[in-house]
């Protein structure tokens, strides 16, 4: 494995207001490696993936994509580094107006000038990488359950081959047996294309099946990062408290008492 | 000194609002002149705001017109000049019913539409999606509604005049016993070149403002539901605003002498 890090942030910082979001995020992801970020609610794991796509541009730091800073980059060269990223929204943001097919293809329809037949063609081949038949490829969002919205929205995240995919919270929402399909299908996907995978996640159990390397943000700082295998040994109280989903120990919610 | 600084507030509030806007505007327009271009979502925008409206604005200007007509009638009656009906059908018609009413119903109709889906994209991370797909939003989203609005509401006006102008005749003829050809030789004698063409320009102002307010009030919208609500309904106020407003500096840039 390549030491160069294929992305890294570095003093990434981010507020909205007087809210300090991001306060000085220093991060490496290897290529070819499965790193998950995990941490609370509000605690910028949303934020520092939305600054690396850059979908917000950070007050301060910056975000090396194979060694360009992205956050400089406008216009044709940014557009140039996205083709390099594939998305999995939380919310899997599937456009309703389209069919199913249409969503799959369509960076390589309106990205990358793909003839429509040629784009549904490998949509539907997409499709079968998660599990799901060329009979979806008609439907509407709308028409979908909520673990086979996850499996297009995979699907539509894999279509362009991309060097690096991001996760966000893949599995919020779904039931146990949904949620570990839908985490083998990523570890299937990442691994089948030698992708780069950036996670976010609440979930522990996705975090022990998909990632390489876990970090762990809190108060906007990397407060732990190392390998999945020691997670459970890592020696750090706030990540031992969050693992194991104790209200107790030095992460403090703030909640009203009756 | 809290008086001040709300007032303070408010102004500086209003001076950010309008920077957003007139960016937004520019970044909007400025695609209009850069390809890529979405030609399959310019028409399909154009049948949205085109044909779909037809009915919505036909019927307005049918029966404003008929009522027109009717209170014209009864207004110059009072001093026997009934005969200037067709007159002021036709030019009030032309020049500000059929586009103000026109853009106003637009605005109902279009303008909170494309704010409620573009404002939905928004909070449902589909605008972001779109950005990882490599396509930029404005080209894909915006553009071809500004497009769409300054082609086909002018197009709108057109059928809605001779809709107007056909529901005063209707009532003219059918029931206030005008002579049908005198009533049609009139509105051809008095309509010139200029009155058309200031409400087609009044139209493509409206339809640039309508769809600029659903594309920008939609593209900002936050909050879930209620922020798509909001978004909405800031949408349709703000357009209907500034068509009765934009319309007054029209028919001055047009009429004043």
């Known amino acids: 494995m390549s030491t160069t890090a294929k992305i890294s942030l570095q003093g990434v910082a981010k507020r909205f207001g007087k809210k300090v979001v991001l306060d000085g995020i220093d991060l490496d992801v290897r290529p070819a490696e499965s790193l998950v970020i995990i941490g609370g609610s509000g605690t910028g794991k949303s934020v520092t993936l939305k600054c690396v796509l850059g979908l917000l541009r950070p007050d301060a730091g910056r975000i090396m994509v194979d060694g360009d800073d992205v956050v400089a980059m406008s216009g044709s060269n940014h557009e140039r580094v996205m083709r390099k990223f594939g998305m999995l929204f939380q919310g899997a943001a599937l456009f309703d107006s389209l069919p199913v097919w249409h969503n799959v293809a369509f960076g390589l329809i309106n990205?990358?000038?793909?003839?429509?037949?040629?784009a549904r063609a490998v949509a539907v081949t997409k499709l079968g990488q998660v599990g799901l038949g060329p009979e979806v490829a008609d439907l509407r969002p709308a028409e979908l359950s909520?673990?086979?919205?996850?499996?297009?929205?995979l699907a539509r995240a894999i279509a362009a081959d991309p060097e690096i995919i991001f996760f966000d919270e893949p599995t919020t929402g779904l039931d146990p047996i949904m949620a570990d399909v839908i985490n083998n299908l990523i570890v299937d996907c990442v691994r089948r294309l030698g992708a780069t995978a950036l996670s976010i996640t609440h979930d522990i159990a996705s975090v022990r099946k998909i990632a390489d390397r876990v970090a762990m943000i809190y108060q906007g700082k990397i407060i732990w990062c190392g390998a999945v295998a020691d997670l459970d040994h890592s020696g750090n109280p706030y990540v031992d408290q969050f693992i194991h989903g104790r209200a107790e120990g030095p992460i403090q919610m703030q909640v009203l008492k009756p | 000194m809290d008086v001040l600084a709300a007032l303070g507030r408010v102004v500086l509030g209003f001076a950010a609002a309008t920077g957003r806007l007139g960016l937004f505007t520019g970044h909007a327009l400025s695609h209009v002149f850069r390809p890529p271009y979405f030609l399959g979502q310019v028409a399909q925008q154009m049948v949205s705001i085109g044909y779909f409206s037809l009915p919505v604005v036909g019927l307005t200007a049918l029966f404003t017109g008929m009522a027109l007509a009717l209170q014209i009638f009864e207004g110059s009656s009072r001093f026997n000049a009934e005969g200037t009906v067709a007159f002021v059908v036709a030019i009030g018609m032309t020049r500000e019913l059929a586009p103000v009413l026109g853009g106003l119903m637009v605005a109902g109709r279009v303008g909170a539409a494309m704010a409620a889906e573009i404002g939905t994209m928004r909070v449902t991370d589909q605008i972001d999606a779109l950005m990882t797909l490599s396509t930029n939003p404005f080209k894909y989203l915006i553009t071809p509604?500004?497009?769409?609005?300054?082609?086909?509401?002018?197009?709108?006006?057109?059928?809605?005049?001779?809709?107007?102008?056909?529901?005063?005749?209707t009532i003219s003829v059918q029931l206030l016993d005008f002579n049908s050809s005198t009533y049609i030789r009139n509105t051809f004698d008095i309509l010139e070149n200029i009155d058309i063409i200031a409400g087609l320009v009044k139209a493509a102002v409206f339809g640039f403002i309508v769809t600029l307010m659903g594309c920008y009030h939609g593209y900002h919208s936050q909050g879930g539901a209620q922020g798509v609500g909001a978004a909405t309904t800031n949408a349709v106020v703000s357009a209907s605003i500034l068509i009765l407003t934009s319309n007054l500096v029209v028919t001055q840039l047009f009429f004043s002498r």
């Open chain 1, 111 to 118: 990205g990358r000038g793909l003839a429509r037949a040629e």
């Open chain 1, 146 to 153: 909520g673990g086979m919205l996850k499996r297009v929205a």
């Open chain 2, 145 to 169: 509604r500004l497009v769409a609005g300054v082609t086909m509401v002018p197009f709108l006006v057109a059928v809605g005049d001779a809709i107007g102008i056909f529901g005063g005749y």
